[in-house]
């Protein structure tokens, strides 16, 4: 497949997971129906299913490639400093919330009755999985900061602050939501490292 056919492959999959999201919000995720994407992307049913084999499958990418852009925002502090002290980080030194702002046409599907299976305990999944993989706290007080009880205990919290926010209609703003996860975060300890590299 050649370049140009690779974007337009992209371009008809995003347009595709963008009105996706539409429908959702408008309707709910088990009254979206395929027949609803492509007449809403004026495309045809054989189309869609050339990408994919129903709106499971396009729920489950829609996920994966937002994850993704979630993972890369949330550890950005910890890359940009490779031993980062949390008392001395300032609320503006993490994009992560503001990155949820601009992209809440995507969170707020997390908080519907009638959301995307799966899609909050995938949010909460990639939390445990950055505080086991991709970060490590730094204490000679506490030796047993990074084990399973307190990953639990901080993907747990910041996944509570996120869909409360989201249910507030984002009540807070993007730098005082930084400073309460930073406050929630180094309760222990203030030294934070990166484990691995990015993905």
């Excluded at 995003?14 to 492509?38: A, C, H, P």
């Excluded at 499958?57 to 490639?65: G, P, T, Y």
């Excluded at 030194?93 to 009755?113: A, R």
Aim: a negative charge; glycine letters at 4%.
């Amino acid at each position: 497949m050649t370049k140009k056919e690779d974007r337009r492959v992209e371009r008809t999959k995003e347009t595709m997971r963008q009105t996706f999201k539409k429908l959702v919000k408008e309707k709910g995720y088990s009254q979206v129906k395929v027949k609803d994407i492509v007449e809403e992307a004026n495309y045809n049913r054989t189309t869609f299913y050339v990408h994919y084999d129903g709106k499971e499958e396009l729920a489950k990418d829609l996920i994966h490639l937002e994850m993704i852009d979630f993972d890369y925002e949330f550890c950005k502090p910890t890359r940009d400093n490779p031993l980062l002290d949390l008392t001395l980080m300032r609320p503006d030194g993490t994009d992560v919330f503001q990155y949820i702002v601009d992209n809440s046409d995507y969170y707020d599907l997390i908080v519907m009755e009638d959301c995307i299976p799966n899609i909050r305990e995938i949010l909460l999944s990639k939390l445990q999985y950055i505080f086991q993989e991709r970060m490590s706290f730094v204490s000679d007080k506490y030796l047993e900061i990074n084990d399973d009880y307190f990953i639990q205990y901080r993907s747990y919290g910041i996944y509570g602050f996120i869909l409360e926010w989201i249910r507030n209609d984002y009540d807070a703003s993007p730098s005082e939501m930084a400073r309460r996860i930073i406050n929630l975060l180094h309760i222990q300890s203030s030294l934070m490292t990166q484990l691995k590299g990015e993905v």
